[in-house]
């Protein structure tokens, strides 16, 4: 699973029509674009793929899509978290005969369990699931946060394979990093903080900024895994703003204004939310044009 999960995986964003349908023609378009830049693995259906706001039988076809577009060259990781853990075993149980690496299950959100709680959740999830589980853990939208202590309990669960860290602590991560099995990844889930992560010993990320910028952040990615620091850390300083740009009107809005900007797909967004603004596509233009020339 080190050679599947290392590296970069890209949470591929899912491209909209002006009528909310899915683009499938740009999502062909921004497949290719990721496979060619360098990126170990694509990850579908995930937060940044605006899963909450998708059907399941939308998420089906969208699976079916990128499958077919990446005819085996990538592993691929789907998207399967949420706070109904009955409904996620049955939904991985359906997802039994797609050809998927594993899953990526972000926490459960809103209901705020306790450790104890999301720990079990997990485990009945794991002990169910046909794929392989990476855990994910994004406290500032999930509300409640996965500590260091559970992802190493559930590092034990021969069915979970890695965790996807996004709570912005790098203690935290450190704490993990230092007690982890030996083939339990610990993934980066904030671009920003994935040089420094690396640096300290984890195996990859997955990432948002790899849709717009895949062969520049790939190759800070790898020249960081492979102790390259200097040029890592030369790398990830030219990339700050991108990281900058991506948080200012938030996930995926703020990356689809980039990939407007850069004509690989509309900025369209399912409501509630709403397209960026107009400043934000002219941050973006300026900063594209300036890391191209």
């Not at 994910?136 to 669960?157: D, I």
């Amino acid at each position: 699973m080190m050679e599947k999960f290392g590296g970069t995986g890209v949470a591929l964003a899912t491209p909209m029509n002006e009528d909310l349908s899915i683009d499938y023609n740009s999502l062909e378009q921004l497949i290719n674009l990721t496979i060619d830049g360098g990126v170990n693995y694509l990850v579908v259906m995930g937060t940044t793929g605006e899963s909450p706001t998708i059907e399941w039988n939308e998420k089906l076809e969208v699976l079916s899509f990128v499958q077919n577009i990446n005819s085996g060259r990538l592993p691929i990781v789907f998207g399967l978290g949420g706070n109904n853990t009955k409904g996620l075993i049955t939904q991985s149980k359906e997802l039994s005969e797609f050809d998927i690496d594993a899953f990526l299950s972000v926490s459960p959100y809103y209901s705020k369990p306790s450790q104890k709680g999301i720990q079990r959740h997990y485990e009945m999830l794991a002990d169910e699931s046909p794929k392989p589980i990476i855990l994910y853990n994004v406290p500032h939208r999930t509300a409640s946060n996965v500590s260091a202590e559970t992802t190493l309990a559930l590092s034990k669960h021969e069915n979970i394979i890695g965790m996807k860290e996004a709570s912005g602590d790098l203690e935290q991560c450190l704490e993990i990093i230092f007690n982890k099995p030996d083939d339990f990844l610990l993934l980066s889930g904030e671009d920003g903080g994935t040089y420094e992560l690396i640096k300290n010993g984890a195996e990859g990320v997955i990432s948002v900024i790899a849709n717009i910028l895949p062969e520049e952040f790939t190759f800070m990615v790898n020249s960081t895994l492979n102790s390259k620091l200097d040029a890592g850390k030369k790398l990830n300083k030219s990339l700050e703003k991108a990281y900058e740009l991506l948080s200012s009107e938030g996930n995926p809005v703020s990356l689809k204004a980039g990939l407007f900007v850069d004509e690989i797909c509309r900025d369209t967004v399912r409501p509630p939310l709403i397209e960026g603004s107009v400043a934000l596509q002219n941050s973006w233009r300026a900063y594209l044009r300036k890391i191209r020339a």
